[in-house]
């Protein structure tokens, strides 16, 4: 695996390998990387001729800088498993190499960056948006790979390939998941044991929703009793649940034929994200 801190070193290798025939994958990432990123990297070595992994942590897309603090940094370890994984190249700029200037763009996307995350979370799909153009640009892949537990953020990321004509096919990946069904996150290292078994709450509350929904109780109804579980939690605290279509994520009050859920909580002061796609 090649690895490279510096962008033009990178375009100017992969212009050496770029081949009419063959296809560029691409898995941008912010390190602390576990089996969810892995299954990325396998679809685009599936799917592609050469794999590109980016490590990044991207401070333009933290509103909270303690959050940004105490993201955690395994970056030896990260290279290691993408070598087993068979990654090809690795890209880890410096902030001075991706941001040689401060940067005072802005992107604006109408309800679907105002909604679920984007209201606890104001300016982070900005910065999302950011960092990503500059990396699909850097890069100009062929294929990018996005995990579905970030479900907001793909469409954020479609949103942004479609407006800005960016000549590169996006695949969501399902969520990876622990034996238990907790989605594989990053942020799972930052919990204790006991936090950790806590955290499965969302999960449930997810699949208990699902049944009910399936069932015909209404959604505000679903939605009082997932509330009333978590509030009787240790540590936990609900920030929503919601029901909302695939496609652009407004808010639904019945199941459809596009419908997912999404949940978004703090164990202790770790914040967690997981959802369900409810039809196909």
């Not at 070595?45 to 897309?61: D, G, K, L, M, R």
């Not at 209201?119 to 950011?130: D, Y």
Request: proline residues 5%.
């Amino acid at each position: 695996m090649k690895i490279f801190k510096e962008i033009e070193s990178l375009r100017t290798y992969l212009k050496q390998i770029r081949q009419p025939a063959g296809l560029i994958g691409f898995v941008p990432t912010m390190g602390a990387l576990h089996a969810g990123h892995l299954a990325l990297i396998a679809a685009s070595h599936q799917e592609c001729n050469y794999t590109v992994c980016s490590i990044y942590v991207n401070p333009t897309q933290f509103n909270n800088p303690a959050d940004l603090a105490k993201y955690p940094n395994t970056l030896d370890q990260d290279i290691a498993m993408l070598e087993q994984a068979g990654c090809d190249v690795l890209f880890c700029p410096t902030h001075t190499e991706m941001y040689p200037h401060p940067d005072h763009i802005r992107f604006d996307f109408g309800l679907l960056d105002k909604t679920l995350e984007g209201e606890f979370r104001p300016g982070h799909f900005s910065g999302v948006a950011l960092v990503v153009s500059k990396l699909l640009n850097i890069v100009r892949p062929d294929k990018a790979y996005f995990g579905q537990k970030d479900f907001q953020q793909y469409l954020i990321v479609s949103k942004l390939v479609a407006d800005l004509n960016f000549n590169v096919q996006l695949r969501c990946m399902p969520i990876v998941r622990e034996p238990d069904g907790l989605a594989m996150s990053s942020r799972n290292t930052r919990l204790t044991s006991a936090q950790r078994k806590r955290a499965l709450v969302f999960y449930q509350s997810l699949q208990q929703a699902r049944a009910r929904l399936h069932a015909g109780v209404a959604f505000e109804v679903v939605k009082a009793e997932v509330k009333s579980i978590c509030e009787n939690q240790p540590e936990i605290k609900l920030e929503y649940l919601a029901l909302a279509d695939t496609a652009n994520l407004s808010l639904l009050k019945n199941v459809t034929t596009q419908s997912i859920l999404l949940i978004a909580g703090y164990v202790g002061e770790v914040r967690l994200i997981d959802n369900l796609i409810l039809t196909e």
